[in-house]
């Protein structure tokens, strides 16, 4: 009898092998996610269980395009787990903290807590990645621009930071913004031009919805995922061809950005110092002044002796 339930229980080890890595032995579920997660991570799955309706609502609004499928979120709380969780064993850079699988509709995420020391909003990274998930849903078959998947995510997670001001500001002000058309297979990979990229990336798309419209981005999107022709859908969904379009968004580019070499120029700041120094002045001397009239009311409190 011995041999027999060896051998079931080398079985059983066996299948719990093959049935996949074990980040996820808990789980909740909501009407369009399933949250796989591990003992530690029970805040944070409580938050993504809440917040992940509101962003999927805002993102689906966005883009136009729903689907009924429920997508997976897997929260790992390790470098290792994080590795295994990837779907088909994918490999992964080290400095990765979540990445999208849009046709299995999983979202990996890194836990913060296997990062030592760090500072990752996994909200954030989550509304990121379920753009990508989105998008790539609404526009399967087809090949998606770079500045479109790059830019909406950004613009979903609201990855807009000083440093890409800075790095857009001085492109527009040199003249050095890269055409769009680059922008539509591929980024840079280096650093600086490759941060100009993201940045024009989300700077566009927040023109066509901002600006353009909405409706006009919910076209294009459509247009694109049935006929495929990025151009046409360009044409047809906004009413301009590319070229218009591009020299509409490079004045509305100049508008957004043109104000901040004023603010951060040296005169401007040495004027707002001044400014600083001159309330900082007066507000001292209005403490002064009432500190002495409380003192003046305290020596004639106390020189003043009623008559008994």
């Not at 590795?83 to 890194?110: C, D, F, K």
């Not at 090949?143 to 613009?155: R, V």
């Not at 968004?249 to 001044?274: E, N």
Request: net charge neutral; glycine share 6%.
């Amino acid at each position: 009898m011995r041999k027999p339930v060896s051998a079931i229980i080398i079985f059983l080890l066996l299948l719990v092998t093959l049935a996949g890595p074990s980040f996820g032995e808990l789980r909740k579920e909501n009407s369009h996610f399933v949250i796989r997660y591990t003992a530690g991570d029970e805040g944070l799955a409580a938050e993504l269980e809440r917040e992940s309706r509101r962003i999927r609502e805002r993102v689906i609004a966005d883009i136009g395009v729903d689907f009924a499928e429920k997508t997976e979120i897997r929260l790992c709380p390790t470098l290792e787990t994080f590795r295994e969780a990837q779907p088909g064993g994918t490999s992964i850079p080290l400095w990765a903290v979540g990445i999208a699988y849009s046709p299995e509709n999983i979202i990996v995420l890194r836990s913060p807590r296997a990062v030592k020391g760090s500072r990752i909003d996994a909200v954030d990274v989550f509304a990121h990645e379920f753009s990508h998930i989105a998008l790539g849903r609404a526009l399967a078959g087809v090949t998606i621009p770079a500045w479109l998947n790059e830019g909406l995510a950004m613009y979903e997670a609201r990855e807009w930071t000083f440093s890409r001001i800075s790095v857009l500001t001085r492109a527009v002000l040199m003249d050095r913004l890269i055409p769009l058309r680059v922008l539509t297979l591929s980024f840079p990979e280096e650093q600086e031009p490759a941060e100009l990229a993201y940045a024009e990336g989300f700077m566009f798309v927040s023109f066509l919805i901002n600006k353009v419209g909405q409706e006009a981005f919910h076209g294009l999107i459509r247009d694109y995922a049935r006929y495929g022709d990025l151009e046409g859908a360009l044409r047809r969904g906004t009413g301009m061809n590319i070229a218009a379009l591009e020299e509409r968004w490079l004045v509305y580019l100049k508008l957004r950005v043109s104000w901040i070499p004023i603010i951060t120029s040296a005169s401007t700041l040495w004027f707002i110092a001044a400014l600083i120094f001159v309330y900082g002045y007066a507000r001292k001397k209005r403490q002064s002044k009432r500190r002495l009239k409380e003192m003046e009311m305290e020596e004639e409190s106390a020189c003043f002796h009623p008559l008994e």
